[in-house]
């Protein structure tokens, strides 16, 4: 049943996902004239196809991705080809996908909110402080109950590390109580601390610990939902950021199985934590299909860009079409590689969640 449930449920998570981003492409596409010669859910061999007007759709075998087939997507000389168009018309295409990964979070979120969930309340309590920290610079003693962080109410310890993570090098103000007195102290996250310390360098614990199941009302919801999506972009562009200065180890990594066994462990916590984990996943593939790698949009738009400082002169079709290729295949060795270890570590026992 455990098998099943994560299978269904990685299964919805990544179809939400994809064909949101995928959508993207496709519907700026048609809104441009551009042919789309294929919508595909999932990578070949093709399973089922249908084809309406010029396009064909298709349903294929791996379940990793999707892809959305234009005319002419190096070559200029295609009739309604992409590499035909505008270069503002080209960036707004091969961003669409990445935008609409955006938008989805939004409403994933805010119908999680809706949506009856368990949600912790606790005291949150320091119990132990590193020396020279920001927290013993700051004045922090073991006892001090954190109520507060820059004016947000902290309903738990989750509450103090997302918006400690949020501030990572940008100076903060905790609110607590000490022996019935409130009182305030300033401190900056550490984006790269001593090891086990923490950005911050305090230890807590929960007290008073309970789980209440409750659900906001739509006008409650969308307005926080919308904070949630756009606190979560903050937080995955801090963790890239931590990636790239070392800040961040990257041990972590994980790829389609890895993805498969967290999603059916997110699964079996109930609708609303699948329905935000799938909010999660759809902002990681917005910003990763951005970034400046060959095969991705963010490589392609580089090559828009490239033309766009030469004046309009363009990149051979051949050149950027052979850059992708190769781009793609060191992405498939990557995902293999990954892959290679969530093997390994399920069948060790061990999970995703450390």
Known sequence: MNILITILSFLFVLALVIIAHELGHFGSAKAFGIKVDEFGIGFPPRLFSIKRGETIYSLNAIPLGGFTKMAGEEDPNIERSLASQKPWKRLLVLSAGSIMNFVLPFILISIALMIPHNTAYSDVVVVEISPDSPAENAGFQPGDAITLVNGHEIN?????????????????????????????????????????????????????????????????????????????????????????????????????????????????????????????????????????????????IVFVLLEWVRRGKKISPQKEGMVHLIGFALLMALMLIVTFQDIIRIFSGGSVIP
């Open 156 to 300: 738990s310890i989750i509450d103090v590390n997302r918006y400690i993570q949020l501030n990572l090098g940008k100076e903060i103000t905790l609110t607590y109580l000490r022996e019935g007195t409130e009182l305030e102290s300033s401190l900056v996250p550490r984006w790269k601390p001593p090891k086990d310390e923490g950005s911050v360098g305090f230890l807590l614990k929960a007290e008073n610990y309970e789980v209440v199941k409750e659900s906001l009302p739509f006008w409650k919801a969308i307005p926080k939902g919308i904070t949630e999506t756009f606190e979560t972009l903050v937080l995955f562009k801090n963790s890239l950021l931590g990636l790239a200065t070392g800040a961040v180890s990257a041990g972590g990594i994980t790829g389609p199985l890895g993805i498969a066994q967290l999603t059916g462990e997110v699964a079996r916590a109930g609708v609303s934590p699948l329905l935000e984990f799938a909010a999660f996943l759809s902002i990681n593939l917005g910003i990763i299909n951005l970034l400046p790698l060959p095969a991705l949009d963010g490589g392609r």
